[in-house]
């Protein structure tokens, strides 16, 4: 895959998480009764970055040319985890954080980068063993 390929690739990845986290967002929102997001505009722009922090780090899964599965997880997890701190940072200059932010945001993206890495892993494995086939 070319350049221009997986640019392409990433900017329909980041358009479709992006949409469906909002759709859940909104149908949660709607489901509690709320009618209008509390959080405005800048929760919704702070959605954005995190979902281009998502894709920066699958983009980085397929472009990093690090063989050793384990390294290459740290070498994408750290500086997203700081991408993401800095962004929960920024966020604490506009508007009052939760006296939990830091752990909560750390607790959602860990566990979401290792999900994610596990289904990678295991689609990974699954289609060497039907080439093998």
Not at 121 to 130: E, F, N, Q, S, Y
Request: proline fraction near 2%.
């Amino acid at each position: 895959m070319n350049g221009k390929q997986g640019l392409k690739k990433a900017l329909v990845l980041y358009c479709g998480i992006y949409t469906v986290a909002t759709i859940v967002n909104s149908v949660l929102y709607l489901a509690n009764g709320v009618y209008e997001d509390p959080n405005g505009n800048l929760h919704e722009l702070t959605r954005a970055v995190m979902v281009l922090i998502g894709t920066i780090a699958y983009a980085m899964a397929f472009y990093l040319p690090v063989k050793n599965s384990l390294l290459k997880a740290a070498a994408i997890y750290l500086p997203t985890m700081g991408l993401v701190f800095f962004l929960v940072f920024l966020s604490g200059l506009v508007e009052t954080l939760s006296k939990n932010a830091y752990r909560d945001i750390f607790f959602n993206y860990t566990g979401c980068f290792l999900v994610v890495s596990v289904v990678a892993v295991l689609v990974r494995r699954a289609g060497k063993k039907k080439l093998r086939s």
